[in-house]
């Protein structure tokens, strides 16, 4: 504790007045020069951060390339050459889409007691005659669902960016089976997942377009209830003439695996629901009539799809008729029980032309699919639809450059055998196969195709930014002074306009071929940020200086911290040179955490300058850091290619919400402890932290307890459970509440608010006799309590915020490891105090290996298939923009924005106001920027290995969602740590406490 002492007495009145003056007049040019210093610093923070994000964009658009559409739509007849089947198979068809269908969940599985095995039987049952066949549906990654959609309306390949369009679907602008059957006067009927509304609204029988939200994966009955209100009532055949296509999307299963994961007696209901469907369909069938039953895609272990593991890509097709016989070459295939061992699998897009041909349509003209064996009834009608296909396939090909001619050849000479009968039936289908099989991966590789310009303008902009962040994060002084000017930032400016300008001119002029305009305009300003920034340095500082200068500043300030500093970002970037290390970096982060926390004991135990009591605090820190650190590890949600060697912990069970509970009670008191060994625990902070922080943190316990209980299996079969809408009404209402209070409420009381501290006045001993009489009253002392933290006090409660709302929208384990990331955070803010190495390279790094820790402990991985999709309706019941988004950004980018928000604590901890306002500023800037460099080093390194295994076998599963989540956290960092860290939070802080304790 540390303490003023204000002389009050009568005879120092009017000195006190005229110093208050003085103060108040130089206070007021102090505050005037540190607003005008801190929006130097932001501006500058802007233009670094504009430059990062076109450097992102121009990689993003030369990796993840979108395949070119052709706009042409087949007709019957063709060159003179007939393409549809006459007379059609079927008059009409039910196409009754399963979300997630996995494959083992539709074929008998014995001695297995899974719920979702064995509860959907009636598939295989309907497939034991040559009326039904089942088959293994082998969809194309991505498995999202908008993209299966299109393959299996399209028959063509979407690529990898594809997958961002999930959430906001367009229209299908190539030719596809439903509009051919709009243009054949046919009338669809269409009821469930509204993405077919988005792609193929135009299609549908207006009267008969009965979309329902699809992304609401908590809901699992309202789009079931909805698709079976309007199913059944259709399939009467007092209505059956109003449709020739039926198509009915069931989310139910798919929403089952999301918020639960595919083990939950849920999906055991969900699966005899489908069987009940299924049956009551079946029933209702004519003779005229197809039959269809398929999955988009299947799901992992924990629920989720998006990437290519074989329990994503393994899905259902089974197919129906009453009248019609299936030709089944091998009937063995089909009467196994074991799990699709004997099942044969087919593609996806073989739907395409399979239902064109069955339903006497023409065959759409991107399609890549061949037709599917069991569709047709003999082996002539499959050679006269092989033949057909050929015809389709090879036209695509004509319409498309860069094809081999080799496969156009082959072609020619399949033709020439059908034409004439020189080969029998099976070796001409097995040879249109072998065609189809060639061209599809063709055309496969022909997409793939990298735009390596883009990608080199991408990675050169982020390196030429890397230059100027690290430059100015751990500059020399003088640069940094030279940099803070307006001449500075007016060059930055001017040479940005330039670069437009001259960007505008060649892109009117020359009109290059690969850049567009606006290709040419971000271009321009990246490298006129770039040279407006070195520009007044190189003309202010020749480089023979700046070098010698440099060398001289990281001599004086290397030591052994700093070299473990380097060392960690030197191994954290080249871990993205192995596909096995970026599969294991969550081990790898959790030990350079651990090897720091050791490193932090082994420094405090062999330091004898230091005094016993400081010791032994050092010690405890290093200690609960350390344990801390080991027991975040052991929280993990494993990917796929860490099986078997990594046991999965991030689950729910009665134990996370007691803890969570408990927790609600433990982290006040550990942060009420913090507080009071710098004897801060005054004014704003018990409000905050011992009211406030508790009180919400409880109301966070309750709304997981509300959710566990709402799933239980134990808990719903009892009667005491309150009413299902009731516990949802609630679980709405506490959200809501909370993210209210901690993002708005709190947010701005705490800008309002006063700080930490507490002035207590004593009676003082009056020594003098004389001077005793001559005062008007017996003289004070005050002790202003909490002076030696005033920054870093308050400053902490802004995080609380935070921290709050981002426990509430991460799942219970994952608030529980955010729990003991904040007490990790104090206990480093201790150390660094403690060891003297607040200004070291090493701490602002060991923060940003703390945001990578706890990203992985919150139940994520780099991968689509661990995005928590499911939070996002924690406070909407429907896709709310910007609630459902917010909650997803705070969920998978929480521990990282605690860590932004922390980072000036470095500085501010343990800190007593300062006469240098200004000073304090710079040195919480370097930390932010140093933070940032880490980020973008890694990010780069990630971009830059990507690009180099752009070939790998791995480069869709591993390389690539890790560029993606590094890209993403270099866009999501830099906003917030302008916005939320410096504008709003180190700035009030900084400013405020510069205006009351200004000297």
């Not at 006269?384 to 695509?396: E, M, P």
């Amino acid at each position: 504790m540390e303490s003023v002492d204000i002389d009050t007495s009568a005879t120092n009145r009017r000195a006190i007045k005229q110093q208050q003056f003085q103060q108040q007049s130089r206070s007021k040019i102090r505050q005037q020069k540190l607003k005008v210093t801190f929006i130097g610093y932001l501006v500058v923070l802007v233009f670094l951060a504009l430059v990062q994000f076109i450097g992102v964009g121009f990689f993003t658009k030369g990796f993840l390339l979108s395949r070119n559409v052709l706009p042409n739509v087949s007709e019957c007849t063709t060159n003179d050459f007939n393409t549809c089947m006459a007379p059609a198979r079927f008059d009409k068809a039910i196409l009754l889409v399963i979300d997630a269908l996995r494959f083992d969940f539709a074929i008998p599985i014995a001695d297995s007691n899974e719920y979702y095995h064995n509860n959907f039987p009636i598939l295989h049952q309907l497939a034991q005659d040559d009326h039904g066949v089942l088959l293994k549906f082998i969809a194309d990654p991505p498995t999202t669902t908008l993209q299966r959609l299109k393959g299996l309306t399209t028959g063509s390949l979407p690529t990898f960016i594809d997958a961002g369009s999930n959430f906001d679907g367009d229209a299908i602008d190539e030719d596809n089976w439903l509009l051919q059957l709009h243009k054949n006067n046919k009338s669809i009927a269409f009821m469930g997942d509204d993405t077919w509304y988005a792609l193929f609204n135009h299609y549908i029988n207006p009267a008969l377009n009965f979309p329902y939200d699809s992304l609401n994966v908590w809901d699992l009955h309202t789009v079931d209830n909805g698709v079976i209100e309007h199913l059944y009532p259709l399939l009467h055949k007092d209505n059956s003439s109003q449709w020739d296509l039926l198509v009915g999307h069931f989310l139910g299963v798919d929403h089952v695996g999301h918020r639960y994961g595919p083990r939950h007696f849920s999906m055991k209901e969900k699966l005899n629901q489908m069987n009940e469907v299924i049956a009551n369909v079946v029933k209702s069938l004519d003779d005229k009539t197809l039959l269809v039953v398929i999955g988009d895609h299947g799901m992992d272990s924990t629920g989720n799809h998006g990437g290519d593991s074989p329990d994503e890509l393994e899905s259902t097709l089974f197919m129906y008729a009453k009248n019609n016989k299936f030709f089944k070459k091998d009937s063995s295939h089909y009467n196994t029980t074991e799990q699709g061992k004997h099942y044969r699998a087919v593609n996806q897009i073989d739907l395409v032309s399979t239902m064109s041909l069955l339903l006497g349509l023409p065959i759409p003209f991107n399609n890549l699919g061949f037709p599917i064996d069991e569709a047709f009834e003999n082996q002539m009608e499959l050679s006269v639809a092989s033949y057909k296909t050929l015809q389709q396939i090879q036209g695509f090909r004509n319409s498309t450059p860069n094809l081999s001619p080799e496969i156009n050849k082959q072609y020619h000479q399949i033709i020439s055998n059908y034409t004439n009968n020189s080969h029998d039936l099976y070796t001409l289908v097995d040879s249109a196969k072998t065609y189809q099989s060639r061209s599809l991966e063709e055309c496969k590789g022909l997409w793939a195709t990298f735009d390596l310009k883009m990608i080199g303008v991408g990675i050169t902009i982020l390196l030429l930014a890397l230059t100027f962040i690290l430059t100015y994060a751990r500059s020399i002084p003088a640069v940094r002074v030279s940099t803070m000017s307006f001449e500075f930032i007016g060059s930055v400016i001017a040479m940005s306009l330039l670069g437009l300008v001259l960007s505008l001119s060649v892109s009117l002029v020359l009109k290059p071929a690969d850049f567009n305009l606006k290709k040419c305009l971000a271009l321009g300003a990246s490298l006129g940020i770039i040279v407006g920034f070195w520009a007044p340095i190189m003309d202010r500082f020749s480089i023979n200086w700046l070098v010698h200068q440099l060398i001289d500043f990281f001599v004086y300030n290397f030591n052994s911290w700093s070299f473990l500093g380097l060392v960690y970002v030197v191994a954290h970037c080249l871990i993205f040179a192995s596909n096995s290390y970026v599969v294991w970096e969550d081990k790898m982060v959790s030990f350079f955490l651990m090897t720091f926390g050791v490193a932090c004991i082994f420094n405090i135990a062999i330091n004898f300058e230091l005094p016993r009591s400081q010791k032994i605090l050092g010690l405890s820190h290093a200690i609960t850091f350390t344990s801390l650190t080991r027991l975040v590890s052991t929280i993990n949600l494993c990917r796929e290619e860490q099986r078997p060697y990594c046991q999965a912990t991030f689950t729910t069970s009665w134990w996370s919400i007691v803890l969570l509970h408990l927790c609600s009670y433990l982290l006040p008191t550990i942060i009420k402890s913090f507080y009071k060994l710098s004897d801060s625990y005054h004014s704003a902070a018990p409000l905050w932290v011992g009211t406030g922080l508790k009180f919400l943190m409880f109301m966070n316990a309750v709304y997981w307890t509300l959710e566990y209980v709402s799933n239980s299996e134990y808990f719903l079969s009892t009667s005491f459970v309150l009413s299902s809408p009731l516990i949802k009404s609630l679980k709405l209402a506490i959200a809501r509440i909370v993210l209210f209070i901690t993002l708005v409420l709190a947010n701005f009381s705490w800008s309002k608010g006063p700080l930490c501290v507490k002035l207590e006045l004593s009676d003082a001993v009056q020594e003098d006799s004389a001077e005793s009489e001559d005062s008007d009253g017996p003289s004070k002392t005050a002790t202003i309590l909490g002076y030696g933290n005033v920054y870093g006090s308050s400053y902490f409660l802004l995080v609380l915020n935070f921290t709050v709302a981002i426990m509430l929208v991460s799942k219970p384990l994952g608030a529980i490891s955010i729990n003991m990331l904040i007490v990790q955070i104090l206990s480093l803010l201790e150390l660094y105090h403690i060891m003297d190495i607040r200004r070291n390279l090493i701490s602002p790094l060991i923060f940003g290996l703390l945001g990578y820790q706890h990203f992985f402990s919150t139940g994520h991985q780099a991968t689509l298939a661990a995005i928590q999709w499911d939070v996002g309706f924690m406070t909407t019941e429907t896709i709310t923009f910007p609630f459902t988004h917010l909650n997803i950004v705070l969920n998978t980018f929480g521990p990282f924005l605690i860590i932004c928000l922390s980072v000036p604590l470095i500085t501010l901890w343990r800190l007593a106001p300062s006469s240098k306002p200004i000073t304090i500023l710079s040195q919480i800037v370097t930390n932010v920027t140093t933070l940032i460099t880490y980020q973008l080093f890694t990010g780069v390194s990630s971009l830059i290995f990507a690009a180099h295994f752009r070939r790998h076998l791995m480069v869709w599963k591993i390389f690539a969602p890790r560029f993606m989540l590094s890209g993403l956290l270099i866009i999501t960092i830099n906003i917030f740590v302008i916005v939320v860290t410096l504008w709003f939070g180190t700035g009030r802080v900084v400013t405020q406490v510069n205006r009351i304790f200004g000297k």
